[in-house]
């Protein structure tokens, strides 16, 4: 049944890929057959008829005969090849739109370089050449055992025992095309060379069986407490001889590690020695710093243990540590984004809350106290699983060279561009991810070296999570020992781009795993080297995102692009700076004055990625280091940018061809740390790439409620309309995918309503409501639901998007998201969502610990600091839509710069939600109302976000209606009574609301958004001053009179003018804080509770 040589068979080409050639053909009976990208093994044949592309699956039956699903009533005929199926078709009236008459040829592939035969593989991977790789030998050499005799000639084999010599030499020459066959029957345990290993291991396997029960009686005398049946277990295990003797030498190596660490335990802890390396020690922090009060600046130091969880105060580095903070009693830092400033606010023993203000020395010593401080907190938290963890990426192309002695730089951020201070070396990482390509080290070595490396730096033996190989191309995953048991479901895969795509010298590994409930995937690529094959690249990259295999397999219809929380990609990318050769010296000038900017302008990967022709709505932070390629080897002062070659020079112009780029769902917390390069490790002509991200991730949710009493969730989607870019004449339906789901569901079949342009408009009108298996609002509005349009002719996805819960949290929520396939844009999707959670709080988490304010720059020194919701266009600094995904707003319609706003969009305007579809939020004024945790600016990859509630919140049984919907920013705190409040100094958080003595301290503190007052420090009652006459002398008439005001800002009420001073007065704090934000600008207004 091979197609490969016939013209009209495009084999894995995309669906869009078909119809744009199609469309290019232009002609009525233009055909061509591509695979299946729903069904393995299944054919699509698509056919051009009025501009419009008719798609009909080929499906092979039990007997591997093939029929064509065509219209109804048409008698199904079966084929043997694919050829003659064509050929019948090209006969009119069998049930196609129209007969094939024009085959559409296939467009030629760019020319790559040869790779020199044979390359030379890791020896962990000579199976796979000899197993699933075949072609990629036969390229070079007859045949598979030819290939191995060819290479056995050319070694050294005098020192093998004879009989040795003989056995590889016979399975070359006739057992191993017998295990190919077998291989080839769906047989892949190539028993021939188990015999060949077997017999040549035979000395070897009987000194194990001599050994291993030795060393697991060892192992049992070390056990502090034995399991039961766990010597009966291992003696099994060193009794059966019939296993194989790569797994008993397996077995035999984690034995020896485990008596290993089981004997240094024991004497660590006899001799109490606890800065071994199972635990990690931080020693205490010293930071100088500035303090600010009453115009006057004074020197001040803090001290922080993380060990102890305390901070200290004081006025001389030597000085006294009387003065210090634990750390349930810091309850935030506000950072200031324009110069190194930090708010810390503190609980002092009075339960009054503290405001300490400080200027650092520069920004990267505030952000290694912050860390410290995070890392303090977590560590001595009582949360039983974490909710935020960092995570290190590295990237480094070793050139085929060992590596040198240290590489402590490379994981410790040292060196160029966005890098940790020096204060954050000892703070290790949750997960650390290697990529490397070119490595000539077998994998056990470079393992070995990278823990050693940091044991040495972090006191910690870090476990080994996961590893893959393809040829030189290597991705290592490491984590903390007590992160070992909340890591699962971990997968690896690998694809192939070189060669035809069946060489490995170019391809992607990638790892994939959940963390408690949060999915994470890793890709290490190597792609197409030479500075004119971006097209080449581009294509690599598209092959890698279909290909690689890895993360949750339920969820088909999407690639890896949607599989995953959060989704990083790095490696030797090979994209470099467009400008001639002539420029090099120009160019290498430019990086010795740091001109950065002008050659990002010409960077292949930032302009591909302006087009959207690669890498669609991954992110990658500013890049402010020195390109990292082509470096002379043991230098990095000089770029070695010319390479001779048999046909001339090759110039290879600097270029930044090592990145680290990421993906993360909507509304989830990811902020980079630090992304740079190495300065001292110059073993290859790339240098390696680092980078650390603090990333948000939710727990294994298990609900504290009874089960038979929290109500019903609900999730509702309602109103969707699809515009799809696509020529296809077919009807689609939604599909809703969620692993807060049972199993995906179905929508119905939607209404196509016009054809133009390219692109076809779908309305779904009937309302799905999906039930999650969990209700509680902590679980669910840390959910994501995934969508796919799919067509009923072929149940071929057509895009797939996503959809953050968090974004319905407070109400109905409009949505409006862009699709895409297979990397590239198709669409977009508009409609409503409605969500129903039980009763319940979100506790705080960690990284709501930080927020980020921005100065004022019209206000003076020591006037404090503007909160960014005060920013212009309420529109907070440096918070970006992420295009992908939308941002909430009036009628749905994006803020992205380039999905312009839709002319038919009063048709599709969204009706109000089914007002039976209620809610259980408590109002604001319910003191047991949940606190709602303040992001941290630019902390989510995506601004949808809710409303601000009003004052009088409607009962849940009103019908809702859509809202229109802006940028949340950060929220600012209440301010303490008494306290004159200036427009830019932030308002202060409390601690709890007056009266309320049975509030158990179990329940979460929310120190941002609060309008508490301390209940210790209420002060006395006063009498309340008469107002000017006109002016409004109730609460009541007060609120309204504001109201108006707010109503017609031209008409302000007597007694309310700008530049008065206006004292209010009020028994409720809530009601004070309306009353002071509707005051009239460059109003004073000193409140004060009654």
Known sequence: MSTSLQPWHHGNITRSKAEDLLSKAAKDGSFLLRDSESIQGAYALCVLYQNCVYTYRILPNEDRKLSVQASEGVPIQLFSVLSD?????????????????FPVQKEEEPEEEPVKCPPQLPPRNSKEIQGGDSRGSELACSSLGDTYLQRLQHIDMSNLPEEHQKSIEEYFHTSVSLDAEQVQSGN?????????????????????????????????????????????????VS????????????????????????????????????????RSL?????????SELLGLTTKMFLKVDVETGKIYFKKYKDGPEDKYFVHNKILQLVK??????????LETEKEKTLRKEFVFDDTKKREGFCQLLQQMKNKHSDKPEPDMITVFVGTWNMGNASPPHSIASWFQCKGQGKTRDDTADHIPHDIYVFGTQEDPLGEKEWIDTLKSALRGTTNISFKQIATQTLWNIRIVVLAKPEHENRISHIFSDSVKTGIANALGNKGAVGVSFMFNGTSFGFVNSHLTSGSEKKIRRNQNYVSILRFLNLGDKKLNPFDITHRFTHLFWFGDLNYRIELPSTEAESIVTKIKQQQYQELLCRDQLTIEKGEEKVFLHYDEEEITFAPTYRFERDTRERYAYTKAKATGTKYNLPSWCDRV????????????????????????????????????????????????????????????????????KTKFFLEYHSSCLEKFVKSSEGENQDHSDGSIKVRFGNQVELVPIISDPEYLLDQHILLCV??????????????????????????????????????????????RTSEGKQTEKLYDFIKVERDDSGASKGKGLDLINNSEGGKPAEMFDNPLYGSMGKGGVPRGAKDQPDPQRSKDQLTPPDPIFSFTKPSDQDPDRPPVPTPRNRSYTCSETKPPSSVNTASASAPLHPPTYTKNPVKPSRSEGGMVQTTNRPHLPMKSRPGQADITPTKPKDYRDSSELPSKLRPPTRPIQPLPKEAPTTLGQMWTSLWDSQSQPDVMQPGFKPGTIVMLFALSCSALDHCATQMPPNTFTIMWPT
């Open 85 to 101: 199926l064509v050929e019948t078709f090209y006969s009119p009236n069998m049930g196609l739109a129209t007969h094939l008459q």
């Open 188 to 236: 892949p345990s190539l028993p021939h060379l188990k015999k060949l290993t077997m017999g040549i291991c035979k000395q070897l396997n009987s000194e194990i069986s001599r050994t291993l029960p030795t060393l697991e009686t060892f192992q049992r005398l070390l056990d502090q407490q034995l399991a039961p049946g766990i010597g009966r277990l291992r003696t099994q």
């Open 239 to 278: 009794a059966d001889s019939d296993q194989s003797v790569s797994f008993r030498l397996e077995q035999l190596t984690k034995l020896l590690y485990s008596i290993e660490e089981k004997a240094k335990t024991a004497v660590f802890e006899w001799a109490g020695y606890d800065g071994g390396h199972r």
């Open 282 to 290: 931080i020693p205490p922090i010293t930071f100088e710093v500035k």
């Open 336 to 345: 200031s984004q324009k110069v190194a400033k930090l708010v810390i606010m």
């Open 661 to 728: 780029l990421r993906k993360s769902y909507p509304l989830v917390h990811v902020f980079c740390q630090s992304y740079g390069c190495t300065n001292d490790i110059m073993t290859s002509d790339h240098s390696p790439v680092f980078s650390t991200f603090e990333v948000g991730v939710a727990s294994q949710f298990v609900s504290k409620h009874d089960p038979s009493r929290v109500s019903q969730g609900g999730i509702k989607f309602m109103n969707c309309v699809a515009t799809l870019m696509t020529k296809s």
């Open 790 to 835: 799919k067509s009923t002719d072929c149940d071929e996805s057509y895009g797939e998007g996503c959809v953050a819960l968090r974004a319905a949290e407070s109400s109905y929520t409009e949505f409006h998201i862009t699709l895409t396939h297979h990397g590239e844009r198709t669409g977009t999707l508009a409609g409503g969502v409605q969500l």
